[in-house]
Antibody, heavy 117, light 111 residues
């Protein structure tokens, strides 16, 4: 089965930074468009960012205002999300997912990010 | 951009059919046949049920079906089963500024 495994979550102070990673196996990573979607505690889902299969194109939710950067490493089948200037409202489970036909087909189990002093 | 509007909860008895609505605007649902639906159990990751309004990924039960009319998309669950008790989210492509917008979710209860 396809595996998508996120890591890198944890507790960080407001204003701090964190780098999330997502390792993908058993699919053709080099042709997969990848995304991050987050879910605040007890709340709904929110699209965060998407990176094209080549890595040349990246897209972000307008609300992030340049604080997050998505990247990918084809040699490691990994997608990263560098987050900076973190705020309490960024507290959420961050999911990594494949994007195909403008839908999020395969999801990881998520990694929890808590922003608190 | 505002989230898509879904009813907070929908309930039904086993064997019945229920429909969850997802209302957007001409900027998203009304302009693109790119609505998807997700099922999420507590503590688990979402699972794709429907994409491009009506299509089911391989392995998804045909009891789940999608449709759209104007700015409102709908998910119908036929032959409701106890295992369908979960949260359901819709999502629509919203153009090249906002890209993807989700609904706030609907909790389905099987009576």
């Amino acid at each position: 089965d396809v595996q998508i495994l996120e890591s890198g979550g944890g507790l960080v102070q407001p204003g701090g930074s964190l780098r999330l990673s997502c390792v993908v196996s058993k699919i053709n990573f080099n042709t997969s468009v990848m995304s991050w979607v987050r879910q605040s505690p007890g709340k709904g889902l929110e699209w965060v960012s998407t990176i094209s299969a080549s890595g040349y194109s990246t897209f972000y939710a307008d609300s992030l205002k340049g604080r997050f950067t998505i990247s990918r490493d084809s040699s490691k089948s990994t997608v990263n999300l560098q987050m900076s200037s973190l705020r309490a409202e960024d507290t959420a489970i961050f999911y990594c997912a494949t994007l195909n036909n403008n839908a999020f087909h395969l999801w990881g189990q998520g990694t929890m990010v808590t922003v608190s002093s | 951009q505002s989230a898509l509007t879904q009813p907070a909860s929908v309930s039904g008895s086993p064997g019945q059919s229920i429909t969850i609505s997802c209302t957007g605007t001409t900027n998203n649902v009304g302009s693109y046949n790119l609505v998807s639906w997700y099922q999420q159990y507590p503590g688990q990751a979402p699972k794709l049920l429907i994409y491009e309004v009506t299509k089911r990924p391989s392995g998804v039960s045909n009891r789940f079906s999608g449709s759209k009319s104007g700015n409102t998309a709908s998910l119908t669950i036929s032959g409701l089963q106890a295992e369908d008790e979960a949260n359901y989210y819709c999502c629509s492509y919203s153009g090249t500024k906002y890209f993807y917008v989700f609904g706030l979710g609907t909790k389905v209860t099987v009576l």
